[in-house]
């Protein structure tokens, strides 16, 4: 297991980090001994870049090995002046990924009947339910589907609550997709999901977790705005609840909680992406959840997810001062951003709202915050503005593994200090 | 990477905070004061310089994106503006590798002008490996049979098909100048989208493009959609000519010519203050 991490974490990390536009991936035939013997001592010349998928191991046995375009040359005229026997496989590997992301994407179109979901691509809404539904099966023993209500245009409101049993036990509650376009987030939820039902049972932390704590995850929390970046505007933020006497539709979801409404960082004007909306609370995917909370009472941390940008921040947007509590949520972040880091050197800031990014006023971590909700803290994901929202779906998975570190890292301190 | 130490003088979270505009309250005119290198300004402030680099640099196989800033200092200057000294590592926009560092100044002007920016790098990449590059982008594009033409780059899920990536490299360097101009001190873009492109085919030397590009704007988070016209020869200077309209306020947002007169090569510009 541990190897097949570190696997896909290298594939991950190689993925994230290069194309492979003119990669070549050659067949090399050792006739014998000598010849096997000099490929191993090739694969010991790091500056080359092999990668081989097949390792040289006796003769007549084939290696295969991946060879960075730059490298194509030289590595080829080696290989005939050594007079190796070799053929080329592939001749640019990204042609055949870009083929395969194509065949994904149209796969994806019939894969609502399939068994198995695909973690590491974009999905629809309907697919991310249904997958919910099966996740609620397959780990019917701690997982569990419930509805805290409807959106705007009628869709349910889907949480995922984790729980070993007990009676309203303290618990974590943990958001994404509250604004639309920021696809990554409802992606990384949807494996955090598998992930943390998975592991239960299996890995210490996790298991511990759970025992003490329930954790409840909603991982598309603006359906509406979800299915709009799908049908008509990828670039969609909001809800899309209609606004009186403009033509102008939706409400910044994140601006509309009552944490200093109607301050600056917030637009009035409902033709903006920033737009507050009528009333705190006016928007009903954000009532839903402050009911919900409200009607717990238990719950000790609020975590949320956004991207772009990679930042782990805690309140306040609304206004600049600090927090009573700022010394520990710094102290935390830091170290949650420490366990991102851990697996593919991707660093994350760490810092108030209103210092980090920018003041806002209305959002959601301020409002749990000041709700009583100490441990209250807003990701900001991957990258940081060369994809931005359109971050391409092979670095789905290695964003969800660093996130899920950093999350783990919030939970076990929250596990651990009770208050 | 640095990390703020104690909590921050009150005077300088007062500084940082007052304004609704985001900006901080003029200091003491001529006073400097040092930012944390995580502070947005600063980042903000480098991504001009860089935006600014980019578009001057004229090279799709050159450009660059920020690293992570290491130092950063704010000057008031009296009748001017905001002055940033900045020092910040940089990556190559497309691989994500480390490309350098730069050392450059921002400042942004009392009056609503683009910010006046000067830069200075020092790059790991090759030069003559960027001309190469430059050149085979050049070549491909200048000896197409039909027109390029593309749409949606990259695509919902992140996807650039291969033959698009120059032209998405190009949109990258020609928007640069774009979001050069645009930005404010309290204004950050980023190029979220291609939305569209249309190659012109010239009889001369130069390639030329008609783009529909979308930029993100913070901390509005309006999606603003310019229209770009592009003319390219390695070597020269960048030609854009745009215009740009906010998809949320309708036609309002400014539009704007070349400036791409300066040399093409990355060296300090900018004006002595």
Known sequence: MKLGLIFSALFGVSLCLETFVGHQVLRIKPKNEEEVKKLQHLETMGHLELDFWKNPTAPSFPADVRIPAKRVPLVKAFLESHGFEYSVLIKDLQVVLDKEKQDMAQSQQKDRSTATFNYGTYHSLDSIYAELDHLASAFNDIVRKIQIGESYEKRPLFVLKFSTGGRNRPAIWLDAGIHSREWVTQASAMWIAKQIASDYGKDPSTTSLLNKMDIFLLPVANPDGYVFTHTTNRMWRKTRSRNKGSLCVGVDPNRNWDAGFGGPGASNNPCSDSYRGPSANSEVEVKSIVDFIRNHGNIRAFLTLHSYSQLLMYPYGYKCTQPADYAELDDLARAAAYSIRSIYDTTFKVGSICKTIYQASGGSIDWSYDYGIKYSFAFELRDTGRFGFLLPANQIIPTAEETWLGLKTIMEHVRDNPY | ?273
């Open chain 2, 1 to 273: 990477m640095q990390e703020l130490s104690a909590a921050p003088p009150a005077a300088f979270l007062l500084l940082l905070c007052l304004s609704v505009l985001l900006l901080p309250a003029a200091a003491a005119p001529g006073a400097e004061q040092k930012l944390s290198p995580s502070s947005r300004l600063a980042a903000g402030a480098a991504r001009v310089a860089l935006h600014y680099l980019n578009f001057q640099t004229a090279s799709p196989g050159a450009l660059q994106a920020l690293g992570q800033v290491r130092k950063a200092t704010l000057k008031s200057i009296p009748d001017s503006g905001h002055k940033y000294y900045l020092q910040f590592t940089t990556e190559d926009y497309k691989s994500g590798e480390n490309a350098g560092s730069c050392l450059a100044t921002v400042l942004y002007p009392k009056t609503k002008s683009p910010p006046v920016v000067s830069i200075k790098c020092m790059q790991s990449k090759d030069q003559r490996q960027i001309q190469e590059e430059d050149n085979r982008l050049y070549q491909k594009l200048r000896h197409q049979t039909k027109p390029i033409t593309g749409n949606n780059i990259p695509d919902s899920h992140g996807n650039i098909e291969p033959a698009l990536e120059s032209v998405w490299a190009l949109a990258v360097a020609g928007s640069s100048y774009i979001m050069w101009e645009k930005s404010r001190e309290n204004l950050d873009y980023f190029m979220a989208q291609v939305k569209s492109v249309k190659q012109w085919i010239r009889k001369d030397d130069f390639t030329e493009f008609d783009y529909t590009v979308l930029l993100h704007e913070i901390p509005t988070q309006d999606i603003i959609s310019c229209h770009m016209r592009l003319t390219w020869l390695p070597g020269h200077p960048l030609k854009v000519k745009y215009f740009c309209a906010s998809v949320n306020h309708g036609l309002e947002d400014g539009s704007g010519m070349e400036s791409g007169s300066a040399a093409g090569v990355l060296h300090e510009k900018g004006p002595n203050l």
